[in-house]
């Protein structure tokens, strides 16, 4: 079967300032792709349009497999993964892999099912990269995982695509859909320009329920800046980041970006307290939907919790967590936290949550957008827990694309710092 060659697209840029002299930004040059391919087999794509230096990125995916296809000879790898496919015909293995063309003339071979061969001009490093892992995703609409710390001075470039499902219809902006319009079949690519936003939120339209897998891949002409974290601000516990997320801005947050469908291991913050009523922020990532809540918990874990250092999210030993749907859970002792409190405020993607907490109650107040369900000044607890001395804040990304951006410092803080608290950091 003869490859397909797209032809008609645009030149992008995503963005930390560029260094001196200015670079110049990112572009597509062209690319080839496989059609939808029933079955495994010897596939073969050849792209010739691009000149010696440009950036090849090679995409390759299997059927009914659960691992990704084999790297290419000279390749280096940016992402890859698997669907959660629960039998052998809901596994989709992929691989994003890129290399620095020595010639005009690029050949790849791979045993799989589906495939693109792009070249990017202008592109040396790969910057941010995420992945979200989905099962029994949505008919309807499905989230490009979200990439944050993105440079942001025009000269970027993003490629997001997906692995699984029955068809692309549509995807929101900044993405716009690789053409042609056969590459959305099972496996599709997005391109977007990125010149303004740290971090992008979009969703595309699909026609079929099948489980899949999503990536986002950053490219820039120059290494990807780090993010420094602010003086006195504080980290969420890279020594407790478990693999199942993705860190951004300097260790302030983490997304669930690999762990996938109820992951269940919540980030506490390296640093704790045992004295004084402390407020801080979650500003709430994501795209999990049209207006879906948090499937996970943000709160407060008592260090006999974080002692234990598990995958679960028990909500033991006195820790209290606010789950997105409402609920308050939490326990006073080893066994697994219960549901104490339910129709509290409801939670999700882009929300900015307001928590208080006194160690010498062990009460804790929640707030969203400015809104108190408690007032720490002047009302009781939402919930106080009767077990625990020394607290670590806490964020979770229990379903894909869920996580947060701890705020600790009066400067980060979107409402006000009630008068009988101090900010966390």
């Known amino acids: 079967m003869m490859p397909l060659l797209f032809s008609t697209l645009f030149s992008g840029g995503a963005g930390a300032a560029p260094p001196d002299p200015p670079k110049t930004p990112v572009?597509?040059?062209?690319?080839?792709?496989?059609?939808?391919?029933?079955?495994?087999?010897?596939?073969?794509?050849?792209?010739?349009?691009?000149?010696?230096?440009?950036?090849?990125?090679?995409?390759?995916?299997?059927?009914?497999?659960n691992a990704p296809p084999a790297l290419l000879d000279g390749y280096t790898e940016a992402v890859s993964g698997v669907s959660l496919g629960t039998s052998a015909s809901g596994w989709r293995g992929f691989r994003v892999q890129t290399k620095l063309a020595t010639s005009a003339s690029e050949t790849i071979s791979w045993t799989g099912a589906y495939g693109f061969l792009i070249a990017l001009r202008g592109a040396r490093n790969v910057g941010r990269v995420a992945r979200t892992l989905w099962a029994a995703a949505f008919a309807s609409n499905w989230a490009v995982p979200q990439l944050y710390d993105l440079d942001t001075s025009g000269v970027g470039f993003l490629l997001s695509g997906l692995l699984g499902g029955e068809g692309v219809i549509s995807v929101t902006a900044p993405y716009h859909l690789l053409t042609p319009s056969s590459t959305a079949r099972r496996f599709a690519g997005f391109l977007a320009e990125n010149a303004l936003e740290r971090g992008v939120h979009a969703r595309f339209g699909a026609s079929g329920t099948w489980n899949a897998t999503f990536w986002s891949v950053e490219f820039l002409p120059f290494p990807p800046a780090e993010?420094?974290?602010?003086?006195?601000?504080?980290?969420?516990?890279?020594?407790?980041?478990?693999?199942?997320?993705?860190?951004?801005?300097?260790?302030?947050?983490?997304?669930?970006?690999?762990?996938?469908?109820?992951?269940?291991?919540?980030?506490?913050?390296?640093?704790?307290?045992?004295?004084?009523?402390?407020?801080?922020?979650?500003?709430?990532?994501?795209?999990?939907?049209?207006?879906?809540?948090?499937?996970?918990?943000?709160?407060?874990?008592?260090?006999?919790?974080?002692?234990?250092?598990?995958?679960?999210?028990?909500?033991?030993?006195?820790?209290?967590?606010?789950?997105?749907?409402?609920?308050?859970?939490?326990?006073?002792?080893?066994?697994?936290?219960?549901?104490?409190?339910?129709?509290?405020?409801?939670?999700g993607k882009g929300a900015v949550l307001m928590i208080a907490f006194d160690p010498a109650t062990r009460g804790l107040w929640i707030g969203k957008d400015g809104?108190?369900?408690?007032?720490?000044?002047?009302?009781?607890?939402?919930?106080?827990?009767?077990?625990?001395?020394?607290?670590?804040?806490?964020?979770?990304?229990?379903?894909?694309?869920?996580?947060?951006?701890?705020?600790?410092?009066?400067?980060?803080?979107?409402?006000?710092?009630?008068?009988?608290?101090?900010?966390?950091?």
């Open 27 to 65: 572009s597509f040059v062209d690319g080839v792709a496989l059609s939808n391919m029933a079955a495994n087999g010897v596939q073969t794509l050849t792209l010739n349009t691009h000149q010696p230096g440009d950036m090849i990125v090679a995409v390759t995916a299997n059927r009914e497999l």
């Open 371 to 425: 809104v108190w369900a408690n007032h720490p000044d002047t009302d009781a607890p939402t919930y106080a827990s009767s077990a625990g001395s020394v607290w670590y804040p806490f964020v979770q990304g229990r379903d894909p694309n869920e996580g947060g951006t701890l705020r600790s410092l009066a400067t980060q803080f979107s409402f006000p710092v009630p008068a009988s608290c101090s900010p966390l950091g």
């Open 227 to 347: 993010v420094a974290l602010p003086p006195g601000a504080w980290r969420l516990d890279p020594s407790r980041t478990q693999a199942g997320y993705a860190a951004w801005r300097g260790g302030m947050t983490v997304v669930n970006s690999v762990g996938g469908i109820d992951y269940q291991g919540f980030v506490p913050t390296e640093k704790s307290f045992s004295s004084g009523r402390r407020y801080w922020e979650v500003e709430c990532a994501g795209e999990y939907g049209a207006n879906a809540n948090y499937n996970g918990y943000m709160g407060v874990a008592s260090g006999e919790q974080v002692a234990q250092s598990g995958a679960g999210n028990a909500i033991q030993f006195g820790s209290i967590g606010w789950r997105g749907n409402g609920d308050i859970w939490s326990s006073d002792s080893s066994a697994t936290g219960t549901r104490k409190l339910l129709s509290r405020p409801t939670f």
